[in-house]
């Protein structure tokens, strides 16, 4: 599929490639995950004002699993209990954290009017597949079970994530289906990564291979899984699960550059198939990763806008 940069993102690509940042797979996963923090100073926008932005701590069977939740000035109140969002960041599993997107956190509480969890699962390679996994099921179960006392109301619960994050968001909507629950309201896939066979032919064209490339994509890939039969499992590739059939409504979002553009167009088409109301965007012009460049980028404002009209539509 050709694909054609906008103005903004060809120019950010440019100046990514002129500043002469290491690849990350020439790096440690600890030098990797500062060169990613430190990315966002320049990248991310000012984010909106909220009531109020705190720090949570989850319990979980190996201790806790840190978090923060984001609470919008004027929430969308039934009963005193607003909506909420679950919200597993990107990074392939290996960087990210809530600081990485804690500005995209605000960005969706205040244009969905709803209450934001974020959730700082452990990361490969130190923890690998499937622990991230485990991380976002607790979690989300205990955020639902405690919807009350944080302010939520549990039948307007969501989960979502960009790139590894949309990977867990999905788990967590067939797990939830499938008996672990809570019942969840809905799902936002951002440029989901849902089948590690990558098979798919944007996994090829050296059009996709932008910030996000083909070598560095196999490098998390590495990071994560333990082996080749860790893409079968369906926790590690959703689109490879049984049926799709009985999920929440899903929001996905795709970008023409992107090696991951393929699979997330054709998982929002099996999910259309399988009986599931899908809301479906694709960005043409932009690139993996653009959500957070909202500094740089207009079309990332645009998005986290038409993903908060979507969630408002949720109820």
């Known amino acids: 599929m050709p694909v054609v940069l906008d103005p903004d993102a060809a120019a ?12 990350y797979e020439t790096l440690t996963a600890a030098e990797a995950r500062a060169y990613y923090a430190q990315a966002r100073f320049a990248t991310n926008p000012e984010p909106p004002e909220l009531a109020r932005v705190a720090p949570l701590s989850i319990p979980a069977p190996h201790g806790t699993i840190p978090a923060r939740i984001y609470v919008p000035k004027e929430p969308r109140l039934q009963n005193g209990l607003a909506p909420a969002l679950v919200f597993f960041h990107g990074g392939g599993w290996v960087i990210g ?6 500005v995209v956190c605000r960005q969706l509480a205040d244009a969905g009017a709803l209450i934001v969890i974020a959730v700082d699962y452990r990361l490969a390679p130190e923890h690998k597949f499937p622990t991230a996994i485990d991380d976002a099921i607790v979690a989300t179960k205990w955020i639902a079970a405690h919807a009350r006392e944080l302010g939520i ?9 960009d790139s590894a994050g949309g990977n867990l968001a999905a788990v967590v909507a067939l797990a939830a289906r499938d008996g672990t629950g809570p019942k969840l309201a809905g799902q936002v896939l951002i440029y989901p990564a849902v089948d590690f066979a990558m098979t798919h032919g ?24 333990n082996g080749t039969t860790d893409i079968h499992d369906w926790r590690a590739s959703p689109a490879r699960a049984e049926s799709l059939a009985g ?9 023409g550059a992107d090696p991951l553009r393929d699979e997330g167009d054709d998982y929002a088409a099996r999910l259309k198939q399988a009986g599931v109301s899908v809301a479906y965007k694709h960005f043409p012009g932009q690139f993996h990763g653009f959500l957070t460049m909202g500094k740089l980028l207009q079309q990332a404002n645009v998005a986290v806008s038409a993903i908060g009209a979507w969630l408002k539509e949720l109820g």
């Open 12 to 23: 950010v690509y440019k100046a990514f490639q002129e500043a002469g940042r290491p690849a």
């Open 153 to 161: 109301d549990a039948s307007r619960l969501s989960i979502g994530g």
């Open 97 to 102: 954290d809530l600081d990485s997107h804690d």
């Open 247 to 255: 999920l929440p409504p899903a929001y996905v979002l795709t970008a």
């Open 202 to 225: 944007s996994h090829s064209e050296p059009e996709t291979s932008v910030l996000l490339t083909h070598t560095v994509i196999r490098w998390f890939r590495d990071h994560y899984l």
